[in-house]
């Protein structure tokens, strides 16, 4: 059975119990790395000029404390499958979607990949669906 790394274990812990719960869940199935809960304002500038987010700080959900979005890598995911990217996006969102609707979590989740466009689908970006 998959189980998180120290490190990964330590993002986790930095984010919002619904998407603990969420990832919790996806690691009994799915080997998995958490690559970024929260970021400093440090990490936050850094993301933006390396192209791995589209905003500055504070105006990103994983800059919020708790995070109320996380970072998730499939251990052995090649960043081209764009077939398994799909398929471990909709497992994640299948999975989140049933807890949501057993109680377990409160909030709804979106993930990058949700736009369509297929590059985005390559991203392990999820975050908590909060309605304007």
């Known amino acids: 059975m998959p189980h998180f790394s120290k490190e990964s ?24 790395e958490i690559r970024c809960g929260h ?19 504070p105006d990103s959900h994983h800059n919020d404390k708790p995070a109320m979005a996380v970072d998730v890598m499939p251990v052995n995911m090649e960043p081209d499958d764009f077939g398994r990217w799909h398929w471990f996006g909709g497992y994640v969102k299948g999975l989140a979607d049933r807890l949501y609707a057993e109680g377990v979590v409160t909030h709804r989740l979106h993930w ?21």
């Open 9 to 32: 274990q330590q993002q986790l812990q930095t984010c919002h119990h619904d998407l603990q719960a969420i990832f919790s869940a996806v690691e009994q199935e799915v080997d998995c």
């Open 112 to 132: 990058s990949g949700d736009h369509g466009d297929p590059e985005l689908t390559k991203f392990p970006h999820f975050e908590i669906y909060m309605p304007h």
């Open 39 to 57: 970021r400093t304002q440090q990490e936050q500038e850094q993301a933006f000029a390396e192209g791995r987010s589209g905003f500055h700080w």
